[in-house]
């Protein structure tokens, strides 16, 4: 059973077009992230979840919306997508207090065309 | 603010030699942690190791080793008879130890072991 699923692995699209990307963990973890790696490698926090509760929500475009319906869920929506968008997009979880270190999906590879 | 500064862009070793990774972090944080990952051609980011900054005790798993050093700010990672499938990207990662527990990573070792 995968840890943290991410779907979907790729996705290509044309500029301004809607899309998501949905997460799921089955670990239990109170706590899920959202990174964006870009074409140098670059690891950024986007945002983050705790129990359903908006914890982060780093300088990113208002284009991008997270949506966590529960504790093992967390999506995230990206409206009029730009060429600027395309990256590898992880998401992650952690239990915070008790073991607090990621166990990260296997990425969603962006392409906007 | 957090930093962390990974001053090695691109590394190529022949297999079989050791090989270093350095990590110099910044925080004001008294207590935190430190990881590293690694991130193979496939493209996974699999973690490594978690070191709590209370805990200065050097760590060595197999090939791997890793030598935390509080008093210069520094996280580095040594790989013993390097192996053409330790080729990957390595980040080194620090984190609050309270709080969100966002991760701040570097921006990457890419080693590169050539047969």
């Known amino acids: 059973d995968t840890a943290v699923s991410q779907t979907p692995k790729y996705l290509v699209t044309q500029m301004g077009n809607d899309k998501s990307i949905k997460c799921e963990q089955n670990l239990g973890h109170d706590t899920m992230y959202w990174y964006k790696q870009d074409s140098k490698k670059f690891l950024k926090i986007m945002f983050s979840?705790?129990?359903?509760?908006?914890?982060i929500n780093e300088t990113v475009p208002n284009r991008f919306s997270p949506k966590s319906p529960d504790k093992a869920h967390l999506n995230l929506h990206i409206n009029s997508l730009e060429l600027g968008d395309s990256a590898v997009y992880f998401c992650a979880s952690s239990q915070t207090k008790s073991r607090p270190r990621y166990t990260f999906g296997s990425g969603t590879r962006l392409t906007v065309v | 603010a957090q930093k962390v500064t990974q001053a090695q862009t691109e590394i190529s070793v022949v297999e079989k030699e050791d090989v270093t990774l350095d990590c110099v972090y910044e925080t004001r944080d008294t207590t935190y942690y430190l990881f590293w990952y690694k991130q193979p051609p496939s493209g996974e980011l699999v973690f490594l190791i978690r070191?709590?900054?209370?805990?200065?005790q050097n760590e060595i798993s197999g090939r791997y080793s890793w030598n935390f050093q509080k008093s210069t700010s520094s996280f580095n990672f040594t790989i013993t008879a390097s192996q053409v499938v330790d080729s990957a990207v390595y980040f080194c990662?620090?984190?609050?130890?309270?709080?969100?527990?966002?991760?701040?990573f570097g921006t990457g070792t890419r080693l590169k072991v050539l047969a």
């Open positions: 979840y705790n129990n359903k509760e908006l914890i």
């Open positions: 070191r709590n900054s209370f805990d200065e």
């Open positions: 990662a620090l984190s609050e130890a309270s709080g969100t527990y966002k991760y701040i």
